[in-house]
């Protein structure tokens, strides 16, 4: 399985962006970029997913490198809410499935 | 529209037993996998089924099992448990393969297996 590499833990103040980094440098697939989070005591909840390029929604942005070696998500605007493990989800060659690593539990403080 | 739905929600099994899980997926999603979510090794993949047939399994032993119907719903059974069985297990459904198609969780279903 392709290995990914998130920080354990990122801190964030209330009102302010959030950039949550993603190394994905061995991605085999050429299929979405995904990524999920979970908030305490709930199932995982989606956020966004890319290919290529840039990629905005409700939630989030996506920022995804040319290579596609690496990708970035960005509130924009953190709320208590926001407070939550990020997964980063790259795809897999011939594998039509997601594989969850340990993610970014990310801390927001009000 | 009604979000995925499990049931039970909490389940306590004796080791040696077996136990089926149940999941509703949500209207019109044709696919619905299985995750184990436990501490120690995260969330795990267990299985897709699409259209009643399995896409893809993840590495776990033939114990787990699952199936599902022509209305989408799905079951997992997991067969003589274990101890290490005990974990959340959590069911997520989307229109396409998870891949590809963003995926909706349910709340889990929490098994102890003692």
């Known amino acids: 399985d392709a290995k990914t590499t998130q920080p354990n833990s990122m801190e964030s103040n209330e009102e302010e962006p959030v950039h949550l980094p993603c190394n994905h440098s061995t991605i085999s697939g050429t299929d979405y970029i995904h990524w999920y989070r979970q908030l305490p005591s709930q199932g995982p909840e989606y956020v966004i997913h890319g290919l290529t390029s840039n990629v905005n929604n409700r939630m989030a942005s996506l920022a995804i490198a040319e290579d596609r070696k690496s990708s970035t998500l960005i509130l924009h605007r953190a709320t208590l809410r926001d407070a939550a493990v990020y997964y980063c989800?790259?795809?897999?060659?011939?594998?039509?499935?997601?594989?969850f690593g340990q993610g970014t539990r990310l801390t927001i403080n009000p | 529209k009604a979000g995925v739905t499990q049931t039970p929600r909490y389940l306590i099994k004796t080791r040696g037993q077996q136990v089926t899980l149940s999941c509703s997926p949500i209207s019109g999603h044709r696919s619905v996998s299985w995750y184990q979510q436990t501490p120690g090794q995260g969330l795990q993949f267990l299985f897709e089924?699409?259209?009643?047939?399995?896409?893809n399994k993840g590495n776990f032993p033939g114990r787990f099992s699952g199936r599902q119907f022509s209305n989408s719903r799905s079951e997992m059974n997991v067969s003589t448990l274990e101890l290490g069985d005990s974990a959340l297990y959590l069911c997520?459904?989307?229109?396409?393969?998870?891949?590809?198609?963003?995926?909706?969780f349910g709340p889990g279903t929490r098994l102890t297996v003692t």
């Open positions: 997520a459904s989307s229109v396409g393969h998870s891949g590809r198609y963003e995926q909706y």
């Open positions: 089924y699409f259209s009643e047939t399995q896409r």
């Open positions: 989800i790259p795809p897999i060659q011939g594998a039509q499935k997601l594989v």
